[in-house]
């Protein structure tokens, strides 16, 4: 209970605890976030980011959100505005209301009527570098190198 000393409440040698499969991020409406996100399990965005998110898994932006700068992910589903660079391995879906202008590279790509679309596009397997997990991408990030492809 409170106070309780007992030790298998807490991660023990500085480890994380592991990921659940079923776990969900989300930024809400009105939340702002400037500099790098990084997430093993999917994320929502309906708020806004000004930066760059490396996901480990699927972005959604939501009809509020809206993501500037750079987007490294598996899946991703565009209903909002997004502007910049993004980089998905599998399906970027845009739905009939989203505003995407940038670079694009995604192994598939669906654009439903209505949405506004003007990217620079690159598709297929062939187009799509390997996918790095946040972890090695926030390894460059700190030592200024790239970290070894898995």
Do not use: H
């Not at 708020?47 to 509020?64: M, N, Q, S």
């Not at 879906?93 to 940038?102: H, P, Q, S, T």
């Amino acid at each position: 209970m409170f106070g309780s000393k007992d030790s298998n409440t807490k991660p023990r040698n500085g480890s994380v605890a592991p990921v659940n499969p079923n776990s969900f991020n989300s930024l809400v409406q009105g939340t702002v976030v400037e500099g790098t996100v990084r997430s093993e399990s999917d994320i929502r965005v309906d708020g806004l980011i000004k930066g760059k998110l490396f996901c480990d898994a699927k972005v959604v932006i939501g009809p509020t959100g809206q993501i500037e700068g750079e987007i490294r992910c598996v899946n991703a589903v565009v209903e909002g505005k997004f502007e910049g660079t993004i980089v998905v391995t599998e399906l970027l879906n845009v739905r009939e209301n989203a505003v995407v202008a940038g670079e694009v590279t995604t192994g598939k790509l669906l654009v439903q009527s209505g949405a506004i679309f003007n990217v620079t596009c690159n598709m297929g397997a062939q187009s799509v570098p390997a996918a790095k997990s946040s972890v090695a991408v926030k390894k460059e990030d700190e030592k200024g190198v790239k970290a070894p492809n898995n």
